[in-house]
C-alpha cells in the first residue's frame, strides 16, 4: 500500500506565509505527477498546482505568482510554498500522487488533508 501523509497547515493572518510538505510512502517504485487541491466549505474540491516528475508545473491562476510548487524525488516529497495568503485561501489542503508500484502499474493516491486558515 501507498500512504500520503501532509503537514504544515494552521492558521495564519492574511499576507502570512505557510509552507506545506506531502510525504508518500510504502510500496513505491517511482511516482509520476503529484499535486495539491482545496476543498473550501460548501466547494468543490478545486486544483491548486501540479507537477511532473521532470519538475514541469502547472497553477490555477487565483495562486499564480503566489504560491510554488516543488518536490524531493529522493524523498518522495512535494511541497507547497505558500506567500501572501489570503482569506480566500482558507480551505482544506489535499496532496495527490499518481504512484507507479511495479512498472507498467500506475495508481491515484489522496492524502488525508490539511487545514489552512487564513484571518483578515
Known amino acids: 500500500q501507498v500512504q500520503l501523509v501532509e503537514s504544515g497547515g494552521g492558521l495564519v493572518q492574511a499576507g502570512g506565509s505557510l509552507k506545506l510538505s506531502c510525504a508518500a510512502s510504502?510500496?513505491?517504485?517511482?511516482?509520476?505527477?503529484m499535486g495539491w487541491y482545496r476543498q473550501a466549505p460548501g466547494e468543490q474540491r478545486e486544483l491548486v498546482a501540479t507537477i511532473t516528475s521532470g519538475g514541469g508545473t502547472n497553477y490555477a491562476d487565483s495562486v499564480k505568482g503566489r504560491f510554488t510548487i516543488s518536490r524531493d524525488n529522493a524523498k518522495n516529497t512535494v511541497y507547497l510554498q505558500m506567500n501572501s495568503l489570503k482569506p480566500d485561501d482558507t480551505a482544506v489542503y489535499y496532496c495527490d500522487a499518481y504512484v507507479v508500484r511495479t512498472p507498467g502499474y500506475e495508481y491515484h493516491y489522496w492524502g488525508q488533508g490539511t487545514q489552512v486558515t487564513v484571518s483578515s
Open positions: 510504502g510500496s513505491i517504485f517511482s511516482i509520476n505527477a
